[in-house]
């Protein structure tokens, strides 16, 4: 008897996970990978987005910031580190969203002197960053996609996996 009732609770158990729908109420944000290119200035970002500040059932409204890779001839440096931080908006319905995202971009050039092997005395750029573009997330899955036009990258696209869902 005692096996049968370890055996019932095991099947109830798996049941409860293996129920398809949406993932729970509890928004503990975002991580996910970005890529531009422009030809001139090539980027690749790893990013942290913040739960939700503001939602409803169409609109949200989140902090991100992000840390990468650029190269670069356009703004006078070879290559280096950037930081990002975003204000991200988007809104639809059914998965398919608009986007638009606005912060600053901070490039680190990381060249250094042929002749000496010291790093180059260049200083830190700040631009803005803006991105309009289509976002695909459900409440069914964690993963989502973008896909857009910006500044400085021109093309931009990323992917991501939220690390829980808004879903009722």
Avoid: W
Wanted: proline residues 4%; hydrophobic residues 40%.
């Amino acid at each position: 008897m005692k096996h049968l009732f370890t055996l019932l609770l095991f099947f109830i158990f798996v049941q409860a996970f293996a129920q398809p729908g949406k993932f729970s109420q509890r928004d503990i944000g975002a991580i996910s990978l970005h890529g531009g290119s422009i030809l001139i200035l090539n980027t690749a970002t790893i990013a942290l987005s913040s739960p939700d500040f503001f939602t409803d059932d169409n609109n949200h409204l989140r902090l991100c910031g992000g840390i990468g890779l650029y190269y670069s001839s356009f703004f006078g440096v070879e290559k280096g580190y950037h930081m990002t931080g975003l204000l991200e908006y988007y809104t639809g319905k059914f998965g398919n969203h608009f986007e638009v995202d606005m912060g600053i971009l901070v490039l680190e050039p990381t060249d250094y002197d042929d002749a000496y092997f010291y790093p180059t005395t260049r200083t830190s750029l700040v631009h803005p960053r803006i991105f309009l573009g289509y976002r695909y997330e459900t409440d069914e899955t964690p993963i989502f996609l973008k896909l857009g036009l910006g500044f400085p990258e021109a093309v931009q696209f990323g992917f991501g996996y939220r690390l829980a869902s808004r879903a009722e």
